[in-house]
């Protein structure tokens, strides 16, 4: 099965936070590296979407860990893979909402 990939606000923002604070903080192979590990990972789920394990059973989460500052949520649902959130691992978890 070809699963679509969707990206929630709550993803896109995260993802974008972190892209512009690397371009900031950090050199631009920094910040192409990000992008190509995010970009590998979510290939990766796609051909194999329950390899990651779930971490919240009653809503269906997966965790894949990006960097170990960073960490990606998704759900599968039906022929779509929601991409809920990148999180910052540094942050207090908390402040991980879905």
């Known amino acids: 099965m070809?699963?679509?990939?969707?990206?929630?606000?709550?993803?896109?923002?995260?993802?974008?936070?972190i892209t512009d604070y690397l371009l900031e903080n950090w050199s631009d192979s920094v910040l192409q590296k990000?992008?190509?590990?995010?970009?590998?990972s979510i290939q990766q789920?796609?051909?194999?979407?329950?390899?990651f394990p779930i971490i919240y059973k009653k809503e269906r989460v997966r965790k894949c860990v990006l960097t170990k500052q960073n960490t990606l949520y998704y759900k599968i649902k039906d022929s779509e893979i929601q991409i809920l959130r990148i999180f910052d691992t540094r942050l207090n978890p908390s402040k991980l909402q879905f």
Do not use: C, M
């Open 45 to 51: 789920i796609i051909r194999f979407p329950t390899l």
């Open 2 to 17: 070809r699963y679509k990939v969707k990206w929630t606000l709550s993803a896109q923002n995260d993802f974008d936070l």
């Open 34 to 40: 990000f992008i190509e590990i995010t970009e590998a």
